[in-house]
Nanobody, 115 residues
Framework: QVRLVESGGGLVQPGGSLRLSCLASGFTFSSYAMRWYRRAPGKEREFVAHIASIGGITRYADSVKGRFTISRDNAKNTVYLQMNSLKPDDTAVYYC????????WGQGTQVTVSS
């Protein structure tokens, strides 16, 4: 059974940083690409970042490019999202997702960027 548990969200000021974590289980983690998505209030869920199974290839939404970094530790079955230079527009619930089961979503973790 696929399970994805996000953590690390919180309230930060503009310009601040957070690191999100997603602990995965229920599939062969190292065999699959992982992604981060987010859903802001009143908006559809949108793609944020992608990382290949071995971590060598990454892709980002234009809105976060240069500010966010996706990484993974296959030994820990964990994918991370380092978020720097945060903006109020980054406020959203953040979700990780596995290509293994793209229809599965966990609870997400709330990120609020505000003064």
């Amino acid at each position: 059974q696929v399970r994805l548990v996000e953590s690390g969200g919180g309230l930060v000021q503009p310009g601040g940083s957070l690191r999100l974590s997603c602990l995965a289980s229920g599939f062969t983690f190292s065999s699959y690409a992982m992604r981060w998505y987010r859903r802001a209030p009143g908006k559809e869920r949108e793609f944020v970042a992608h990382i290949a199974s071995i971590g060598g290839i990454t892709r980002y939404a234009d809105s976060v490019k240069g500010r966010f970094t996706i990484s993974r530790d296959n030994a820990k079955n964990t994918v991370y999202l380092q978020m720097n230079s945060l903006k109020p527009d980054d406020t959203a619930v953040y979700y990780c997702n596995t290509v293994s089961r793209p229809d599965y979503w966990g609870q997400g973790t709330q990120v609020t960027v505000s003064s």
